[in-house]
């Protein structure tokens, strides 16, 4: 069985922190991996995709794979208030399969 | 182009009652998905659809449970009975295949209530 596995928080940061964000999944031959932000009583949005082994970073987002680890991060840098979510990692075995949520991390940035 | 597009929004409906969740898709998307959202088991895979031919059923919890994709912008969710333990948010989602795959898009998810 293919499984994402995420802390499920409240993981609290101060405003202007980084918030680091985890998730481990269980099929090794999983291809793509996302993060989706989901804002109470809305639907998920994506915020970043990776591919390959290594970081991607957009604007103060950065994801970070480690295939042989199995093992996808989120950081967020200078935390704002904002940014308060769950943050909901997904993965694809491949090209043609849908999506594998992971149960979502809530993050709380204080002011 | 909208979005993708669910109706209705919210649904309180007694249990035993027959409920239809409607979604369009995000036009010239071929992949439609349905998840069920709640708090214990996050966002679950119910059924999803590839040109409008349902391809993998087998997160749909009970028969009590059908999809239908009768045309590329139109799908259906219906239980039947309902139940209380149905009460959970619904989303439907579309992506366009490429090989390296996409993300899914969210419509804004029907929130159903069986008292």
């Known amino acids: 069985q293919k499984e994402v596995e995420q802390n499920s928080g409240p993981l609290s940061v101060p405003e202007g922190a980084i918030a680091s964000l985890n998730c481990t999944y269980s099929d090794r031959g999983s291809q793509s991996f996302f993060w989706y932000r989901q804002y109470s009583g809305k639907s998920p949005e994506l915020i970043m995709f990776i591919y390959s082994n290594g970081d991607k970073e957009d604007g103060r987002f950065t994801a970070q794979l480690n295939k042989a680890s199995q093992y996808v991060s989120l950081l967020i840098r200078d935390s704002q208030p904002s940014d308060s979510a769950t943050y909901l990692c997904a993965v694809r075995l491949s090209g043609n399969t849908p999506l594998v949520f992971g149960k979502g991390t809530r993050l709380s940035v204080i002011a | 182009d909208a979005g993708v597009i669910q109706s209705p929004r919210h649904e309180v409906t007694e249990m035993g009652q027959e409920v239809t969740l409607r979604c369009k898709p995000i036009s010239g998307h071929d992949y439609l998905f349905w998840y069920r959202q709640t708090m214990m088991r996050g966002l679950e895979l119910l059924i999803y659809?590839?040109?409008?031919?349902?391809?993998?059923d087998s997160g749909m919890p009970e028969d009590r449970f059908s999809a239908k994709m009768p045309n590329a912008s139109f799908s259906t969710l219906k239980i039947q009975p309902s139940e209380p333990r149905d009460s959970a948010v619904y989303f439907c989602?579309?992506?366009?295949?490429?090989?390296?795959?996409?993300?899914?898009?969210f419509g804004q998810g029907t929130r159903l209530t069986v008292v």
């Open positions: 989602a579309s992506s366009l295949h490429t090989p390296g795959g996409t993300e899914a898009f």
């Open positions: 659809f590839n040109n409008n031919v349902p391809i993998d």
